[in-house]
């Protein structure tokens, strides 16, 4: 079978093993063995933690480049609305637009007006009957892989609404497909991504659907050459961009756009996965929305940003004052579509739980047994030599014949003291033996 | 802990400790995960752990909680120091609860949570003397169809 697309890459010539991923990974996916960084795919669910903290740059995000540009006839630029907080309080998004036209792209879409239409969307379809409570935002492609890891009796939950990105590709292609007499593979369509998530979500989506998306790639990549072309912008071209539909990229901008009475908003994986244990005990039954990002900042403080987060997250704060109440989308020509399935997604997401310590139940338990015992031998403080986060996966690593039980450098020490102490009783028998046979006599004289 | 049948591990829970309220279940939850139990077997035994754990934090002084994994049921049995349940047929009905306006603000109080417990469970039995303590035992039977669902794990052939 084709191994699944993965958003993240490592570069073991780059990598030392410096163990911070090891130990900042929240899904507990990065393991150093000889010295280097390796991926568990099974755990891994692309939040890029590990992009961020990596202080040698050794994990890449498998993003697109300016050179798959070329194989198409015409280009579009999607630029996440994350963009238009990157390049300081005086560029307006109408002028940011306009400058990716200098910058290698034919033509550019926005994606936050897509958002606002989604998010009308999103409220049809919380106002319907019988919907399992809480529902959860699918849009960050991180959390959408967290759930079929590690929480599918959750998958339900998650709204089968397509992403703004990929309503505006998809209505954008099909309108250029006409206009300009071409297939829609001539057509490059690229995402302005601010995380290697993002890949994820139009390489491999979660429904299998297909993607009117042919790439990302970075902000961060392409930031240089919009601050050259910013440089010398006309900064009063392009109509301007309106509606909530901006506030996106911060931590509340979704349901900012929703009238649900009872809505959350949730950031950063470790708070995310509390709600989400909360979610799976039964609880929080009266909330009808969950908005979660897997970024701390939600998505302004992706890994492929440039702007400080707080600063970007001001920026938005202001586009919202500035534009978000001006004139918006037709309410009720969007209820029509969200009726006709314009928003919706069909199909279901499969669950891809972590592999288990063992595919037979009674193998199984009878690991885990193990696996406890070695645990109550490791000295319980999760230092990491190991190239494991914590003493307890390193205990579930043996088990499953990943490691051996003297990596640990505890565990070590340990054989290498009673060998030793072996060692010594030898030695100390033999002294015995040799003075019994010549008595008291001094060797020396 | 066990032998190579059965795996086993107790927890303690201390009553009126609402910061650590939920940190049980969420940790048997995860010993459940990497033993590949269905992901549906999880959830029940999820609110039935959650449930019972919140019952010790709510009303008990503290107890012990063991869960025990064979390869053909999971057992919660949950042992309390604590006021005991006096009617215990009472406490067994939807709706009926003694919890304080202060339990209620957090969201509990429904009179739901011995009802959810034994929803949720195969086997239910509880017992209690008044003035010192309740004893809970759960069980949620595993068998070829729902112990080790086929369609929850891809990894399994």
């Known amino acids: ?445 | 802990m066990g032998n190579g049948e059965t795996v086993s591990q107790s927890f303690a829970i201390l009553g009126r400790h609402f910061l650590e309220g939920g940190q049980v279940s969420t940790e048997i939850k995860g010993m459940l995960k990497e033993l590949g139990i269905d992901a549906a077997i999880i959830r029940r035994v999820a609110i039935a752990t959650y449930e019972a754990e919140m019952n010790v934090v709510m009303y008990a002084e503290q107890a012990s909680l063991t869960l025990k994994v064979t390869p053909r049921a999971i057992t919660i049995t949950v042992v309390d120091r604590g006021p005991g349940i006096p009617d215990i047929e009472l406490a067994m009905q939807e709706g009926y609860s003694t919890a304080t306006a202060e339990m209620r603000e957090l969201g509990f109080g429904a009179g739901m949570g011995l009802p959810n417990i034994r929803r949720n469970a195969d086997e239910f039995n509880i017992t209690s003397t008044v003035g010192k303590g309740t004893r809970l035992k759960i069980t949620v039977n595993l068998n070829e169809t729902n112990g080790r669902g086929l369609p929850f794990n891809p990894h399994r052939q």
Request: net charge neutral.
């Open chain 1, 1 to 445: 079978m084709e191994e699944d697309f993965r958003s993240i890459l490592i570069d073991s010539e780059k990598c030392t093993g410096r163990m911070r991923c090891v130990h900042a990974c929240p899904t507990q996916a990065v393991r150093v063995r000889d010295g280097r960084a390796k991926l568990l795919r099974d755990r891994c669910i692309d939040c890029g933690e590990c992009v961020r903290v990596c202080p040698n740059h050794a994990f890449l995000p498998h993003t697109s480049s300016f050179h798959d540009l070329s194989g198409f006839k015409h280009t579009i630029a999607f630029p996440s609305p994350v963009f238009y907080s990157q390049f300081g309080k005086d560029a307006r998004p109408a002028t940011i637009l306009h400058a990716l036209t200098s910058v290698g792209f034919d033509d550019v879409c926005d994606v936050a007006s897509a958002s606002e239409s989604v998010s009308i969307a999103i409220q049809e379809y919380l106002d319907s009957e019988n919907r399992p409570r809480p529902l959860i935002s699918p849009f960050c492609p991180a959390i959408v892989r967290l759930i079929q890891v590690r929480y599918p009796n959750l998958l339900d939950h998650l709204i089968p609404i397509e992403s703004p990105m990929e309503i505006a590709a998809r209505e954008t292609k099909k309108r250029k497909m006409q206009e300009l007499g071409l297939q829609e593979h001539e057509i490059g369509a690229i995402y302005l991504t601010p995380c290697p998530a993002k890949m994820i979500a139009l390489k491999d989506p979660p429904r299998k659907q297909h993607s009117y998306l042919d790439g990302a790639i970075p902000i961060s990549e392409i930031y240089p050459s919009m601050l050259q072309v910013l440089r010398q912008a006309d900064r009063t071209n392009g109509p301007d961009i309106h509606g909530l539909g901006l506030g996106w990229p911060i931590l509340g901008g979704q349901v900012a756009c929703l009238k649900a009475e009872e809505r959350i908003a949730v950031a950063g994986l470790t708070d995310v996965m509390r709600v989400f244990d909360e979610i799976e005990n039964g609880k929080l039954k009266h909330i009808q929305y969950v908005e979660c990002h897997s970024c701390p900042t939600a998505c302004v403080g992706g890994s492929l940003t440039v702007e400080n987060p707080y600063i970007a997250r001001a920026r938005v704060l202001r586009l919202i004052d500035q534009y978000g109440s001006g004139p918006g989308q037709d309410r009720q020509k969007i209820r029509d579509l969200y009726r006709s399935g314009f928003y919706s997604l069909a199909g279901t997401i499969a669950p891809s739980p972590i592999q288990p310590l063992d595919d037979d139940i009674s193998r199984a338990i009878h690991k885990m047994h193990r696996r406890n015992q070695i645990y109550e031998g490791l000295p319980k403080i999760d230092c990491g030599a190991c190239g494991a986060p914590t003493c307890m996966t390193f205990a579930a690593d043996v088990v499953k014949g990943d490691a051996e039980t003297d990596e640990c450098v505890f565990l070590a020490l340990k054989t290498l003291e009673s060998k030793s102490r072996a060692l010594l009783e030898v030695i100390e028998k033999q002294n015995r033996k040799i003075h019994g046979r010549f008595g008291g006599r001094d060797h020396d004289a």
